[in-house]
């Protein structure tokens, strides 16, 4: 049974600091997204990564994917205040399944 | 535009009372998805349509039904309501290009939450 864990579960940091979001999955995947949720919103699609070794950057945002130690990153850097949210992963395996993580709250402080 | 659309977005209904959700998709993807998400909790898929095929999630409760009348709309139906069924339900959808090939992304909607009084 594919299963994701996500490290930290919350994440208070200030502004113009650099961290990083863990994202460990149990068996093979052959996919996994990274997504944002706000407040009493929807979940809004960041990034897919469907090979090892992909990099992908959006802003201040970069998630990156090793399959062999099955492990998805998401990387901040120099926060700001907009980026507060709760982040996502999820992998998936097979044809439709997609298995979330327990979501990591992220809070940047000015 | 929005490409995932779920009605209504908020949803009051009594204890007991059935209730159904809507989801429209003009994606024209082949799979349809429902999940639930409680509050500070990661979503959990109930069930999903591929084409037209059913696959119920095993844990997901009889008290929870779906219909997919066409590719583009979804439904879903709570039966009786629990207090415990107060939740955000999210669609989403994705294209497969033939069954156990890669998804595409997946698209959400913007969620239904649901209140049981």
């Known amino acids: 049974e594919l299963k994701v864990e996500q490290n930290p579960l919350f994440l208070s940091m200030q502004e113009g600091k650099n961290y990083t979001i863990y994202c460990n999955y149990s068996?093979?995947?052959?996919?996994l997204y990274w997504y944002r949720q706000d407040p009493g919103k929807s979940l809004e699609s960041l990034f897919v990564?469907?090979?090892?070794?992909a990099v992908k950057q959006e802003g201040r945002l970069m998630a990156s994917l090793d399959t062999k130690a099955r492990l998805s990153t998401l990387h901040i850097t120099a926060a700001v205040h907009d980026l507060s949210a709760t982040y996502f992963c999820?992998?998936?395996?097979?044809?439709?399944?997609?298995?979330f993580g327990q979501g990591t709250r992220l809070t940047i402080n000015p | 535009d929005a490409m995932v659309i779920q009605n209504p977005r908020y949803q009051v209904t009594q204890f007991g009372k059935p209730v159904t959700l809507s989801c429209s998709q003009t994606?024209?993807?082949?799979?349809m998805y429902w999940y639930q998400q409680k509050s500070s909790q990661a979503p959990k898929l109930l069930f999903h349509?591929?084409?037209?095929?059913?696959?119920n999630e095993a844990d997901t409760p009889d008290n929870f039904q779906s219909r997919r009348p066409n590719t583009s709309f979804c439904f879903l139906d709570i039966r009786s309501p629990g207090l415990g069924d107060a939740a955000m339900y999210l669609c989403?959808?994705?294209?497969?290009?033939?069954?156990?090939?890669?998804?595409?992304?997946?698209?959400f909607g913007q969620g239904t939450r649901l209140t049981v009084v």
């Open positions: 994606l024209n993807h082949n799979v």
């Open positions: 068996t093979t995947s052959d996919r």
């Open positions: 349509y591929y084409d037209k095929d059913f696959n």
């Open positions: 999820a992998a998936g395996r097979g044809a439709q399944k997609l298995v």
């Open positions: 989403a959808t994705s294209r497969t290009a033939a069954r156990g090939a890669m998804n595409t992304e997946a698209f």
């Open positions: 990564l469907l090979s090892n070794g």
